[in-house]
């Protein structure tokens, strides 16, 4: 079965430190990855999605990037935190091969605080 | 443009009592609907979809959806709350065809369940 992993699940940080959040998904190839960012418990913004190795799509311009190593590894980062970079950053995959009617599976979040 | 709308920030209940969670959407071409469920400082997981076919849908935890085309709805029901219930529910529709897989997510409706 499928499978996905975000690290770490908190994170306390200063302003002005880089930042760096990782997922990886197993069990599957080819995914659709996916970075949300849910503030104060509520509504989801897409930050970035990719559909390949090396393929990012940003949705927001903003202080964040994103990163697709390989396959089944998606990573957020950062050169300089703001305190709007707060939140709670969640990945997700869908399947990219069987097309848009498969739902998107969630990992569990890394909540990020930035002092 | 698709979009998807809750209208309540959040629903109350007593337990042993029906739920209806509300959801409506607009969208051009055929609707790919999803519900998720968030509980605290965790992922969302997914509870059930509309792709095509009975308007009925059943899902995860005792949850169904009703689609209907005529009012753009895709309401969550459950026909006996449990306490256990109590989360935070979001809706989503599947952004423009393609591979990409985008969802774009209601703001979500908290559901609590009172014994």
């Known amino acids: 079965s499928q499978t996905i992993h975000q690290w770490p699940a908190t994170l306390v940080q200063p302003v002005g430190s880089p930042l760096s959040l990782e997922c990886t998904v197993e069990?599957?190839?080819?995914?659709?990855l996916y970075w949300y960012r849910q503030a104060a418990g509520r509504g989801l913004q897409l930050l970035f999605y990719?559909?390949?190795?090396?393929?990012i799509s940003s949705e927001v311009p903003q202080n964040l990037s994103a990163s697709r190593p390989q396959d089944r590894q998606f990573i957020l980062s950062s050169k300089k935190l703001l305190l709007s970079d707060s939140g709670f950053y969640l990945c997700?995959?869908?399947?990219?091969?069987?097309?848009?009617?498969?739902?998107?599976?969630f990992g569990d979040g890394t909540r990020l605080s930035i002092l | 443009a698709q979009s998807v709308a809750q209208p309540e920030d959040q629903v109350n209940v007593a337990e042993g009592n029906p739920l209806t969670v509300k959801c409506t959407y607009s969208?051009?071409?055929?609707?790919?609907l999803f519900w998720y469920v968030q509980y605290p400082n965790r992922g969302l997981q997914f509870l059930l979809k509309?792709?095509?076919?009975?308007?009925l849908v059943k899902g995860s935890y005792g949850f169904e959806a009703e689609f209907n085309k005529s009012q753009t709805s895709f309401h969550l029901k459950k026909p006996s709350a449990l306490v256990s219930d109590s989360a935070l529910y979001f809706c989503?529709?599947?952004?423009?065809?393609?591979?990409?897989?985008?969802?774009?997510f209601g703001q979500g409706t908290t559901l609590q369940v009172k014994p």
């Open positions: 997700a995959w869908t399947s990219g091969s069987w097309g848009s009617d498969q739902p998107q599976h």
């Open positions: 990719s559909v390949g190795i090396g393929q």
């Open positions: 069990g599957t190839s080819n995914p659709n």
């Open positions: 969208v051009s071409g055929n609707p790919y």
């Open positions: 989503a529709v599947r952004d423009s065809p393609g591979n990409t897989g985008k969802l774009i």
């Open positions: 509309y792709i095509t076919g009975d308007n």
